[in-house]
C-alpha cells in the first residue's frame, strides 16, 4: 500500500522540481504594464559615430506609443516618432528612418544603445528618466 501511494507522489514532486528550478536570468518580476514605468520625460546625449560632440536631446515618451525628440542641439527641432517595448527594451522607430535600438537599466530610470541613422550613420545613445 505505502508503495503504491508513493509512485502516486512521485510524478508530483517531479513537476514541483522542474516548476521551482526554470533558469531565470532576471530576478526582477515583470511589470504587468512596463510602459507605465518608462512614459515621461527623458534627457540624453546621442553620439554619432566620427562626429565628436554629443547631441543632447529631450524626449517625451507617450502612451500611445509615440515619441516627440526635441533635439537641443539644432534649435530644439521636433523628429517624431513611434516604439515599441519588451521587459529589457525600447525600439524606437522615428519618422524620418532613425532607428535606436535601446536597453533599459535601474528600474526603468535609464537606458543605452545603438543609433542607426537615417542615411546610415551609427551611433550610441544614453538617456535618463526626469
Do not use: R
Not at 536631446?57 to 539644432?74: E, S
Amino acid at each position: 500500500m505505502l508503495m503504491k501511494t508513493f509512485k502516486k507522489i512521485i510524478p508530483f514532486f517531479i513537476l514541483l522540481l522542474i516548476s521551482c528550478s526554470s533558469n531565470n536570468d532576471d530576478p526582477t518580476p515583470i511589470p504587468l504594464d512596463a510602459k507605465l514605468f518608462f512614459m515621461g520625460n527623458w534627457h540624453g546625449q546621442q553620439q554619432i559615430d566620427g562626429v565628436s560632440n554629443p547631441y543632447a536631446f529631450d524626449l517625451i515618451i507617450n502612451a500611445n506609443n509615440t515619441v516627440l525628440n526635441i533635439d537641443l542641439a539644432f534649435n530644439s527641432t521636433h523628429f517624431p516618432g513611434s516604439y515599441s517595448y519588451t521587459k529589457d527594451s525600447l525600439k524606437i522607430n522615428y519618422d524620418n528612418g532613425t532607428k535606436w535600438k535601446l536597453k533599459f537599466s535601474s528600474n526603468y530610470t535609464s537606458c543605452s544603445g545603438t543609433v542607426l541613422g537615417y542615411e546610415g550613420a551609427t551611433g550610441t545613445v544614453t538617456m535618463s528618466k526626469n
